[in-house]
Structure formats: structure tokens, C-alpha cells
């Protein structure tokens, strides 16, 4: 006789429930599958690759236009890595380095030739149509950079440490490890028309990496039931920044022998101590939403970039003015407060106290105890000002000595610290005024910080050309506007571009009518002076 099992009928509906869920039905997931296209991007902003020397680079890059080295042409060859275990592209982030050496001094030009008969581009391959029918040219460089990562030597040094215990009821374990890698960059200046490396230009600097982890197991038995858990923690610092830190290092060394200019002053900047920013995350982090966007707030209005309340409120004026100033401090323009933007901001009103600790400065009351100075640094004023400090506007003649001779002709290497509106003045020997930028062959509505403008335009083969025709003193002024003023100036002056100014005796009669003109548009002026010899 059969017996059959006889089961609830709780037990058999919640059966049925389940295999009825089982069937394959997923239009039901379709909510849960069109979030794919959103969880699929990236939680954080991006932000610009920087290292420790970022701030040093554009050190590099004042240093070189006051010492007045001449633009040189420049290329790179392919820098090897032998060790097979640093697959960076080493030779991009040097072109990256020169481009940010070169941003107004104009020191370098790199040649970008290289042919890869395997992997052709579409750069490459119009080059090889072009260059056999003459119909482009490729000038020769006068250096070029060589070298080589090294060697990556992993588990230099290797810490291991753990405890454990147990008893009838309960088990506890703890591992913490510690592992180190050594990266070492050599680089090299050759002269490319004989191949031969230049005696002395050479770099060589060596980075430590670590890898560290801690680890944490437990678990517990109460009569028969357990509980078991695992806490694990990882932080490996990669080998991209760490590249990137020692090619920085490396072509600030190479830049400065080459050019013969004291480069160890843009090596020995607080923001190349491997903690600086560490100890501005700790500050950022410590602060409440308020407190940030005050800080923002106030920062910004000090450097001219924003005219509002300074309440601790996010506003459309905050938003608009902390994209401007991220476009310029080479941040990602997102209009938002995030620490990418904290850094740029703060990196003037931070001192290391020489016993490897950071402390605000330049944010008035009473020094702070230990700091060196209570200054802010490259001239920026105290941090909570009510004025906002001028547009800095930089003019070289691309010579050492503000001489000319007759029949020489002028040229004008003018940059901003942010992005404005730029006019500059011509005032030769004879005292004849004329606007010479903006003119009908540079119409930039807008010049970008840190960027130079040359006036004139030796680029373009149809520019005027401005020559000494007649002895003595001559002076060039330029202004920049955070507005758009030119067709008030126009009309104020009576004159378009390389027109003659009349009724205006003098540069300082221009300054005053300019500023006139500008009125609440924050604003800055430079002049310079040079003399034409017989």
C-alpha cells in the first residue's frame, strides 16, 4: 500500500507563489534594467591629472619668460620601460610637462613626427601624402628628450604582522601588510642635429610606492548558532602618478640646466611636500557645507572673480564665478565646490613651519605660532580682503635689454592671471598713440589665463609688423577688463585699431580714460618702457 506524504496548504500556495516567480518574465526588470545607462558612469567629477610639481612647472614657466629664453623646438622619443611592469605613456605626460613650461614664456615648441609603420593614424598617414608633394614641412628640432624608466622593484620591503585567539566560543584574528615598490625615471637633453646627449642636462630621481592592507576576522558561537565576519582594507598607490611625479621632477631639472636659470627655487615650493595635499583634504574635510561655500565665497570675491554676498548660500553668481576660476587654474570647469577647486584656491595661504607640519597663513589676526611668515605667497593678498586684488597683466619684449635699434621691430609677449578682455597701447618715439590689440588680425573676444598673446600675430604672414623708424623713448600699456568694453573705448577714443589716438597727450591720459571706461569692471594694467637706438 502507497502512502502519500500530505503537506499544509500554506506549504503548497507558497510553492505554487515561488514557481509561478520563477518563470522567466523580464519586462518586470525593466525598471531595474534601464538603470544600467546610470549606474554605469562614474559616482565622482573628474578632475585634471596633477602632480606634487604642477605649481612648479608654471614656476618654471614665469621663470623662463623673465629670463627671456628664446622659443626652441623640441621632441621626445619613446621613453622604454624594460622592467614590462609601468605601462604609462611616459612620453606624453613630458609633452603635457613642456606644454605647461610654455604657457606664456613660450620656451618650447614640441615637433610631433613620429611614424609607427605598423599603426598608422590619420595624422600619419596625411603626413606621408603630404610631405613627398611639398605640401607641408616639418621644421627640426634643436633637442630632444631621452631616457628610460629604469627599473620598478617590487617588494623592496615587505611588513607582515598578525594576531589571533581563540576560545570555546569565540575566534578574533588581526593581519596588517605593508609591501614597497621602487620606481627609478632617468631622462636626457641631446642635441638632435649631431645625436649626441647633452654633458650635465640629465635627471635622475627615484619614487617609493607602497601597498598597505589590514585585515580583520571574527566570529562567535552562541549554543548552536554562529556568526562569522571579515573586515579588509587595501590602499595601493599607483604607478600613473607616481610616473608622473618623477617626469614632472625630471623635466623641470632638464629645462632649468638646459636654460641655465636657478630651477631649485621651483623644486623647494611647499606644494612639492608629499603631505601638502593630504593636509588640505584634512581641512576640507573637517568643514560643514556652510563653512565651505563661505570659504569659497570669500576667496573668490578677494581674487575678483565674485561680486556677491558672502553668506554661505550656493547662488548662481557662485556658481558662475567658481567656473571661471576653475578654467583658469586648470580645474575642471564644473561650476561646483569640490577639492580639486579647495586646492587651487588655498595653495597661496598654506607655509610649511620647516618641521614638516602646514599652517594657514595670509588670513590676518595674529601670526600663527611657528609659521615663517604670515604673508600669503605670489603676491596675493590676505585671504578675507575686501578689495579685490587686480588682474595681473605681464608685457616682455622677448629680450633681456628694452633696447631697439632702427629698423628692428616690435614684439609683445602679454599674458593675464584670468581670463579677461585685453587692450593694449602703442606709443612710439614721435609720441603717436594707437591701439594695437585688439586689431583687424586678432580678434580673440577673450584671452585665456596664463596664456600669452603675441602683438603682433608672427604666425599669421598677413599681420602688420610694428618697426623703430625714429630714436627715443617708446611704451606700451595694456589693460584687462573682466568686460567686454571695446566699443566704449572706441568711442571714447575716437580711434579703431592702429588708428592714431588724438587729443590724448600721454599713457597715463589713456590709463585714466581706459579705467574711465571700465568703470566697475574688475580690472589691472601693466606698462613697459624701451628705448630705440641710432
Known sequence: MTKF??????????????????????????????????????????????SSFSDGLSCMDEMLKQNHVPTTLITSKLIGDPSGKASVATKEIIITALSQMSRTSNAFRVVDFEIDPLRQDTVQTLTSLMLPSGQMAIPKPAIYVSGAISYVDQNVLIHNAGIGASAKNWEFGYSDDLITTVLGLELHLGDFGTRTLLTGVDSANEL???????????????????????????????????????????????????????????????????????????????????ERVRVFETGLRSLGYYKGEVDGRPSPALHDALSLYQADHLATASGNLNFETYERLMKNYVASDGNNHFLRIGWGGPATAGALTTQPRNGQAEFATAQAKPIRVDITLGRREPKFTLGEAL????????????????????????????????????????????????????????????????????????????????????????????GVADMEALKQRVLAVAQDAHTGTQALQWEVMR
Not at 623635466?251 to 606644494?271: F, S, T
Not at 594695437?436 to 608672427?458: E, G, K, T
Open 208 to 290: 617609493v610606492a607602497g601597498n598597505k592592507g589590514t585585515g580583520l576576522d571574527a566570529g562567535a558561537r552562541i549554543k548552536k548558532a554562529g556568526v562569522q565576519f571579515t573586515l579588509g582594507s587595501t590602499l595601493s598607490q599607483g604607478v600613473g602618478p607616481a610616473i608622473r611625479t618623477l617626469v614632472d621632477l625630471g623635466m623641470i631639472e632638464l629645462a632649468g640646466k638646459w636654460a641655465r636659470v636657478p630651477y631649485w627655487q621651483c623644486l623647494a615650493l611647499d606644494q612639492t611636500h608629499p603631505e601638502f595635499q593630504r593636509q588640505l583634504r584634512a581641512w576640507y574635510d573637517d568643514m560643514d557645507e556652510t
Open 5 to 50: 506524504l500530505s503537506l499544509p496548504p500554506i506549504l503548497i500556495v507558497a510553492g505554487l507563489t515561488l514557481l509561478a516567480g520563477c518563470t522567466p518574465n523580464i519586462r518586470r526588470d525593466r525598471p531595474y534594467i534601464e538603470s544600467s545607462t546610470i549606474e554605469s558612469r562614474p559616482i565622482s567629477e573628474p578632475v585634471r591629472a596633477i
Open 411 to 502: 614684439l609683445l609677449n602679454v599674458s593675464t592671471d584670468q581670463s579677461a578682455f585685453l587692450y593694449c597701447y602703442y606709443r612710439d618715439a614721435k609720441g603717436a598713440l594707437s591701439q594695437i590689440y585688439p586689431n583687424p588680425f586678432q580678434h580673440a573676444a577673450i584671452v585665456q589665463a596664463h596664456r600669452s598673446v603675441l602683438i603682433p600675430d608672427i604666425s599669421n604672414p598677413q599681420s602688420f609688423t610694428i618697426e623703430m623708424t625714429a630714436a627715443g623713448k617708446e611704451s606700451a600699456s595694456c589693460f584687462a577688463a573682466s568686460n567686454d568694453i571695446t566699443s566704449e573705448l572706441t568711442k571714447a577714443l575716437g580711434a579703431g585699431p592702429l588708428e592714431r589716438i588724438k
